[in-house]
């Protein structure tokens, strides 16, 4: 069964601690993204990756890093530099991030609460 | 940077109306994506628009793309309670990643 699978669902931690937010693809995708997405503003790019060993810095990647070691796999952490860090974080991929393959597919996300 | 606006933000309308949501950006695109977010759930792909006044039908969704390429609509006709949710538009300037715009809410009254 073909997908993209975020875990947890819902993830609570205390402010000053990091943590790593899990997604999975087996689509054979190149690029993955991750983004955030808060209450009347869409989805915001926070990393992405165009293949395997290279990420870029979205438009909000400050207080967050990423790993690509394996091409299935895209995990976020967000650390304790990160100022608002309470959101829903949202994982896609695309077969590729140009031309006409650029399709993306979301996983479930993660909603974050930091207390 | 570039901006993508959506508008409007919230719509609620009766069961059988039409709807219709307008993205603009700042910038001229390359191509233009539209998602779907239910309640709870998470954006799903609808659609693709490449050429300058390119006008693609899904059913009772129709999409069109602005002959400046800076401007997009989704038009539902005779809305169903499934029709439900947030809808997104994309703008892609060449090279550049997609930039989502903040999302048209719509409400369906059965």
């Known amino acids: 069964d073909g997908g993209i699978t975020q875990s947890p669902k819902y993830l609570f931690r205390k402010e000053g601690q990091n943590v790593t937010l899990s997604c999975e693809q087996n689509?054979?995708?190149?690029?993955m993204y991750w983004y955030r997405q808060d209450p009347g503003q869409g989805l915001r790019l926070i990393y992405y990756s165009q293949i395997v060993n290279d990420f870029q810095k979205g438009d909000i990647a400050e207080g967050y890093s990423v790993s690509r070691e394996k091409k299935e796999s895209f995990p976020l952490t967000v650390t304790s530099a990160q100022k608002n860090p309470t959101a829903f974080y949202l994982c896609?991929?695309?077969?590729?991030?140009?031309?006409?393959?650029?399709?993306?597919?979301f996983g479930p996300g993660t909603r974050l609460t930091v207390l | 940077g570039q901006q993508v606006m959506q508008i409007p933000q919230y719509q609620h309308v009766q069961e059988g109306e039409d709807f219709t949501t307008y993205c603009n950006s700042s910038t001229t695109l390359s191509n233009i994506q539209w998602y779907k977010q239910r309640p709870g759930g998470h954006p799903v792909f609808l659609i693709q628009l490449v050429k300058s006044g390119e006008v693609k039908k899904q059913k009772r969704l129709t999409f069109q793309f602005g002959e400046a390429k800076k401007n997009s609509s989704l038009h539902i006709t005779a809305t169903q309670t499934t029709d439900v949710g947030t809808y997104f538009c994309a703008g892609r300037r060449h090279g550049q990643n997609f930039v989502f715009g903040p999302g048209t809410r719509l409400s369906v009254l059965p």
């Open positions: 689509l054979n995708h190149d690029a």
């Open positions: 896609a991929s695309s077969m590729s991030s140009g031309g006409a393959y650029n399709e993306q597919f």
